[in-house]
């Protein structure tokens, strides 16, 4: 697949749903909360439509002035963009790729907070989680309330998911912590030389 960048790639997602101009493929994505996966913004969403057309998976099909509007031009998706969209997607979803949060770097070496600050750094994220959780909560309830189909939202149910594993991950290990469960100092690998067996009869 060509190089797209992600706004490009989920513009062209939503062209293969049906015509759409830029301003109704902004709103449609503000609406799904798409711009939770990509970062969006009117003048960059008209730049990437430019490149979808200028690389054959788009095409103008036409300009119209609603009232005292601005003339607005609708797209769709050509054939071959089809076929891009339908590979691209094969591949993001069957194979994992490789991805360095910096939440994962953290935890690596968070040993090096003392264990207080440590706990209350993952207790406070846990709540920012649950916070956020909460936001994806009212989103499904409006996406629910307007019968859009679950297929097209089915990434706010994952992230919702994935924010709950999460969760529940940060609470059991800083309540490891707190207790002594996880030990947080003595050496990185435990001396286990006075552990040898040793031969009874010498």
Known sequence: MASLTPLAFAALGLLAESPMHPYEMF?????????????????????????????????ALGTAR?????????????????SELE???R???????????????AVSHVDNLPAADAVTAMRARADALRAQRAGY???ATGLQAKQLAERYWLDVSYVRGMLT??????????????????????????????HEDKDPTR
Request: hydrophobic share 35%; no cysteine.
């Open 66 to 82: 609603e009232g005292n509007r601005p003339e607005r031009t609708t797209y769709a998706i050509t054939d071959h963009g089809r």
């Open 137 to 139: 909560d009212e989103a």
């Open 91 to 105: 591949r993001m979803i069957a194979e994992p790729a490789d991805e360095y949060p910096e939440f994962q770097l």
């Open 165 to 194: 594993a999460q969760i529940e991950w940060l609470t059991a290990t800083a309540d490891r912590i707190a207790s002594g469960d996880i030990t947080w100092d003595g050496p990185a690998v435990p001396d286990n030389s006075s």
């Open 87 to 89: 590979a691209g997607l």
């Open 27 to 59: 709103q449609t994505m503000l609406q799904r909360r798409e711009d939770q996966n990509v970062k969006v913004r009117p003048g960059t969403l008209y730049h990437q439509i430019g490149r979808l057309v200028d690389l054959g998976f788009a095409e």
